[in-house]
Structure formats: C-alpha cells, structure tokens
C-alpha cells in the first residue's frame, strides 16, 4: 500500500515513516509512501497557499489551485483520496479495515479553517473525521488515519493481536487488562487467574473482563456486542 500526504507542513509526517513498526513495514516492501508540500504547486511568486474566504469570517482557507495541482501530480489511478476534517465522516475500526484493502491513499491534511469546498466536490471519495473534536494540524489527524490503517496489513504485527484488541473483528469488545512484572505493585497484586497457568480459565476471565470494561467505559459498544452475538436479554436499558 502506497501513502501519499499533501500537507503545508510535511516535515511533521516524515519521521513516522522513518521509525518502528513503520520503517519495518517499509523495508518489507508492505508500504510505501510520498510526502507532497502544497507549497510547491503554488504559483504565487511568495507560495502563498491561503487566501481569505467569500463571505467574510474569521481564519484563512487553503486555495483550490495548489492543492489540485498536487493532486494532478499524483499518478495512480487506483487512489482513494481522503481530506481529514470535523466535519466529516467519523473514523472507526470498520472503516480502518476498509481503507487497509486500497491500493493507494491520498490524504490532504487541512489547515486554518479548511479548504476550498470545490477540492472537496471535484476530487475527495471521503471526508473522514478522527473524533468529535478540532485540532489545529490536519498532520496530527493524518498520522492518526495511517498508523490504524497500515498496521491492518498483512505482515506488519501478529494477526492474532488484531482478533482480541479492542474493536477487534471478533467481537467489537475493547481490550482486557493487562499485567507485567512485579507481581506486587503498590499494594495491587496480579489476578491468581493469570498466573495459574490455566489457559481455558485466563481465556474466560480476559472475556468477561473485555465485557466488563465495554459495559462500563463505552455501554453502545456493549449493545453492538449483544447484537453480535444475538441477545438482548433485557440490556437495552442500563441496570
């Protein structure tokens, strides 16, 4: 899979290209990546890539004219193009597994108060949001898509890392507790269970713990999971 970034700020995506499980990722030929700066394709003698919106307002938006000549730019025909906004679609597991089977992303990393609507209407397939909440760097937002999409593909981490994580594809339900060495901290010791050796009884208390948490920390996944597996029971209501 191929990333390509168009940003006003690209030094901000390099590094992650350039370290852990991403550069692993790379030098296994599993992904590939191009880091576009919108300056470049401005044709105003100062790069000047914002100009002020119709209308009146507050902020500054990011021309049309540069970052469609950046898209232009880009060769593959089989690319998927997502600007990262608020306003969009909001990011989750299922649509993470969704983007992991493209051949190739475009992202075009907002700033200011966004881009010009028409970049939007002629060249994006999805404006995606990463949560309910504005950030001042499109970058940030970016990264956020790429890490939970590129880790997705085969070879880049166990698969079976991905069946018990939280919004897992087995069952949607967030992740157990995890527990290392010292055995005693602080007074909070590690649950007998896991350290029983019994791995039908760890299996069992890592599941309803999984349940646990969903219920108590996100109840609408609980819900979905119920759905999942096909039972109500009485639980679309909090007790």
Same mark, same amino acid.
Request: hydrophobic letters at 40%.
């Given at each position: 899979m191929k990333f390509t970034v168009i940003s006003l700020f690209?030094?901000?995506?390099?590094?992650f290209f350039e370290n852990s499980i991403m550069k692993k990722a790379i030098n296994k030929g599993i992904v590939s990546f191009e +880091? %576009?700066? !919108? *300056?470049? =394709?401005?044709?105003?003698?100062?790069?000047?890539?914002?100009?002020l919106p119709y209308g009146g307002g507050a902020g500054m938006v990011l021309k049309a004219e540069p970052i469609s000549s950046a %898209? #232009?730019?880009?060769?593959?025909?089989? *690319?998927?193009t997502i600007f990262l906004s608020p306003s969009g679609i909001k990011h989750t597991q299922e649509l993470a597994y969704s983007l992991s089977k493209k051949e190739e992303i475009v992202i075009i990393c907002g700033r200011y108060e966004g881009i010009d609507q028409r970049i939007i209407d002629l060249y994006v397939d999805f404006e995606i949001s990463i949560g309910d909440y504005v950030l001042s760097s499109g970058e940030i937002a970016a990264l956020?898509?790429?890490?939970? !999409?590129? @880790?997705? %593909?085969?070879? !880049?981490?166990?698969?079976?890392?991905? +069946? #018990? #994580?939280?919004?897992?594809?087995? $069952?949607?339900? +967030? #992740?157990?507790p995890h527990y290392t060495r010292p055995y005693n901290f602080?007074?909070?010791k590690v649950p007998e269970v896991l350290i029983s050796g019994h791995h039908e009884n760890?299996? $069992?208390? @890592? =599941? =309803? *713990?999984a349940k646990e948490k969903t219920k108590k920390n996100r109840y609408d996944l609980y819900l979905k999971y119920l759905e999942i597996i096909g039972e109500d029971n009485g639980f679309n209501k909090k007790n």
């Amino acid at each position: 899979m191929k990333f390509t970034v168009i940003s006003l700020f690209p030094a901000i995506i390099k590094p992650f290209f350039e370290n852990s499980i991403m550069k692993k990722a790379i030098n296994k030929g599993i992904v590939s990546f191009e +880091l %576009l700066d !919108v *300056k470049d =394709f401005s044709k105003d003698k100062h790069k000047r890539c914002d100009d002020l919106p119709y209308g009146g307002g507050a902020g500054m938006v990011l021309k049309a004219e540069p970052i469609s000549s950046a %898209l #232009e730019h880009v060769e593959a025909t089989k *690319k998927t193009t997502i600007f990262l906004s608020p306003s969009g679609i909001k990011h989750t597991q299922e649509l993470a597994y969704s983007l992991s089977k493209k051949e190739e992303i475009v992202i075009i990393c907002g700033r200011y108060e966004g881009i010009d609507q028409r970049i939007i209407d002629l060249y994006v397939d999805f404006e995606i949001s990463i949560g309910d909440y504005v950030l001042s760097s499109g970058e940030i937002a970016a990264l956020v898509l790429i890490d939970s !999409v590129y @880790r997705l %593909l085969d070879g !880049v981490i166990n698969p079976n890392s991905l +069946l #018990e #994580e939280s919004f897992g594809i087995k $069952n949607r339900l +967030l #992740e157990y507790p995890h527990y290392t060495r010292p055995y005693n901290f602080m007074g909070i010791k590690v649950p007998e269970v896991l350290i029983s050796g019994h791995h039908e009884n760890i299996k $069992n208390w @890592r =599941f =309803f *713990k999984a349940k646990e948490k969903t219920k108590k920390n996100r109840y609408d996944l609980y819900l979905k999971y119920l759905e999942i597996i096909g039972e109500d029971n009485g639980f679309n209501k909090k007790n």
